[in-house]
Each structure stands twice: as C-alpha cells, then as structure tokens.
T-cell receptor, first 110, second 115 residues
C-alpha cells in the first residue's frame, strides 16, 4: 500500500520563526489533507490540497503531485501553532480511506 | 467549515461494561464515516469505515464483535465498545466525509478509560 513519510518528526522553534514541514508519499494520490492536532486532541483541517498551492493566513501548502511530496509552511509562528501536524493521503485505488503519516510534533517557545 | 460532534468527550467505566460513542455531522450529510483509535504519541489508526445503511468494513485485527458500528443515518454513526477491558482504554476519534468536497472532518475525540 501507499506509504506516507513526514519530516522532521520533531521541531522546536522560537515564536516568530518560520517552518517548513514535509510529506512524501509513495504513489499517486487523489486526496491529500494537512491536519493540526492541538494539545487537547482535536484534529483541525488545514488544507485539502492534492495538487497546487493554497494559502490561509500565515499557513500555506504546496503539493507537487508528479514528485510525490507536499510542503506545509508556517510563517511567524505563534505558541498556539504548537501541536502535531499530520499529512494524510488517499491513493487513487483506495476506497476513501486516508493513509496517515506519523506526524510532525511542533513546539513553539515564547 | 463543516462540524462533526462526538459524544461523550470523556468516559470512565468499569471493566465488563459497554460504552457507546456517538458521532454526528452537524451541517452536512456523510455517507461515509470513519472510526479511528489513537495511542499516546502515535498517529491515527483506522479501525473501521462505515457507510450509511450498510455494514461497516473493519480493518485487519479489529474485532467486529467487540467494536460494534452502526451508521443508521446520513448524520449519525455510533461505536459501541462491548465488554470493555483496560486495554481498550484509548482516544477514539470519528470523522465524516463530506462527499461534496471530498474532505474528511473530525470530531473532537472521546477519551475512554476502563478501570
């Protein structure tokens, strides 16, 4: 089945710094989503981005489907950005199931 | 954005009892809902996929008689953990797929503790 790898596994930054999180996947996908899981466990949809580039405030994401990777950019980090960021994909032959990466744990220090 | 509610958010029960968790899509219809389990500091593990009006599809290693799933309407799915044991203690998360946007939205999760 499709494999999803996220890097780095952990990231510690000072408030105000910028960061780039990466998601590599092993096969063609027709769905890719980025999620933020806050310290209370709630998963929040950030982007639905099987291809192309999107921006939402300080966050943006780019997926290069032909090269099988996606990047999540966080600019001017705030302490509330702390949490785990997951990338999840669906292969073209899948039945709506999302395959999840292991996540990147981000800690923003004040 | 779309909202998925999950109830209860936290439950503590005695070993041997059954616990029902509800998952509702509040402002969209979800023909497909998913149930996940998450262990501490790990990613989500898909337990089962439920389609409205049909039997759930369970992932390998998930006991269907222990984790009963019902998806009786386009906005409600339930997970019942039957005869719960301490090893069933975990964080259970549901999600609902909005077929119009092909996006999954997640409930806030249920933290189950079995004593």
């Amino acid at each position: 089945g499709i494999q999803v790898e996220q890097s780095p596994p952990d990231l510690i930054l000072q408030e105000g710094a910028n960061s780039t999180l990466r998601c590599n996947f092993s096969d063609s996908v027709n769905n890719l989503q980025w999620f933020h899981q806050n310290p209370w466990g709630q998963l929040i949809n950030l982007f639905y981005i099987p291809s192309g580039t999107k921006q939402n405030g300080r966050l943006s994401a780019t997926t290069v489907a032909t090269e099988r990777y996606s990047l999540l950019y966080i600019s001017s980090s705030q302490t509330t950005d702390s949490g785990v960021y997951f990338c999840a994909v669906r292969g073209v032959d899948s039945n709506y199931q999302l395959i999840w990466g292991a996540g990147t744990k981000l800690i923003i220090k004040p | 954005g779309a909202v998925v509610s999950q109830h209860p958010s936290r439950v503590i029960c005695k070993s041997g009892t059954s616990v029902k968790i509800e998952c509702r899509s509040l402002d969209f219809q979800a023909t497909t809902m998913f149930w996940y389990r998450q262990f501490p500091k790990q990613s989500l593990m898909l337990m089962a996929t439920s389609n409205e009006g049909s039997k759930a599809t369970y992932e390998q290693g998930v006991e269907k008689d222990k984790f009963l799933i019902n998806h009786a309407s386009l906005t409600l799915s339930t997970l019942t953990v039957t005869s719960a044991h301490p090893e069933d203690s975990s964080f259970y998360i549901c999600s609902a797929r909005d077929w119009q946007t092909d996006t999954q939205y997640f409930g806030p999760g249920t933290r189950l503790t079995v004593l």
